[in-house]
């Protein structure tokens, strides 16, 4: 996805999964889809705002690339209100479960980028 001269990289999105872009106005460049046997078991990378971080979770057989996450805020009523992008030294992608420290305000949305390909 494109906003200006900035690009994110969205690596997988399974059918019916939601996930965050934070971008200005974001328009959506090249899409290739995977057959689902193609991506041999692998689940996407869940993560969930804690006190003082972010725990992520994965339940794949190996660690998959961090590309780094959006990070939506909303407000009461669930209308968005921002967002930041984490750095992919900041995300996890690790098999299991891990919790990293990040200055993340309680009820905001993490969604993880993790890439299939090696860096």
């Excluded at 689902?36 to 692998?42: K, N």
């Excluded at 009461?76 to 992008?85: D, V």
Aim: hydrophobic share 35%.
């Amino acid at each position: 996805m494109t906003s200006g001269t900035r690009t994110v990289e969205v690596p997988v999105l399974m059918p019916g999964q939601r996930i965050g872009v934070v971008l200005d106005r974001p328009a959506v460049g090249p899409v290739s889809w995977l057959a689902p046997e193609a991506l041999g078991g692998f689940t996407p990378v869940t993560a969930t705002v804690v006190p003082g971080g972010v725990r992520y979770r994965s339940g794949n057989c190996r660690a998959l690339t961090s590309r780094g996450a959006a990070v939506l805020h909303r407000d009461a009523s669930g209308r968005i209100t921002g967002g930041e992008q984490l750095p992919p030294a900041s995300v996890s992608c690790a098999v299991g479960e891990k919790e990293l420290p990040a200055a993340v305000a309680p009820g905001s949305e993490v969604h993880p980028y993790c890439d299939l390909r090696p860096e």
